[in-house]
């Protein structure tokens, strides 16, 4: 297992980035590899499941979203399962000032021929770390930006 992180500091409260970050509609927003989110139509809450169609290098790949921990507006964790295997960790902080601390830590591992594939087309454009911090900074950019 390998495990990247970033955090940020957002102009924001808590419970204007749990709003943006929370919702994984979002996602395609941040994440360049993922093609689509399907949410179940009551929303998530702990032990909610959900599905990511994910794209590397012209394959498409769909992850199951797992909720384990669902605690607005400071805390989730959530597992994927698919060619890639994650646990993300997302937490926010309050900050004085209406600001907010967002911080993602990920713990990843690739699994079989396509997840070598998924691995290899993710360290061809600057591997996980990178990824992160890309996502990371597209949410403050999102939450910011309205």
Request: charged share 25%.
């Amino acid at each position: 297992m390998s495990t990247a992180e970033f955090s940020v500091e957002i102009d924001a409260s808590p419970e204007r980035v749990w709003e943006v970050v929370s919702d994984p509609a979002n996602i395609p927003h941040w994440e360049r590899h993922v093609v689509s989110v399907q949410v179940p139509d009551e929303g998530l809450e702990e032990d909610s499941t959900y599905s990511v169609v994910m794209a590397f290098m012209g394959v498409r790949v769909r992850v199951r979203g797992e909720i384990l921990r669902w605690e607005p507006p400071s805390h989730a964790t959530v597992r994927l399962r698919g060619p890639l295997d994650a646990t993300i960790e997302t937490s926010i902080a309050r900050l004085p000032r209406e600001r907010s601390l967002l911080r993602h830590e990920v713990t990843y591992r690739f699994r079989g021929p396509l997840g070598r594939l998924v691995a290899a087309g993710l360290n061809a454009v600057g591997g996980a770390q990178l990824g992160i911090k890309h996502g990371t900074l597209g949410q403050k950019r999102q939450i910011e930006g309205r």
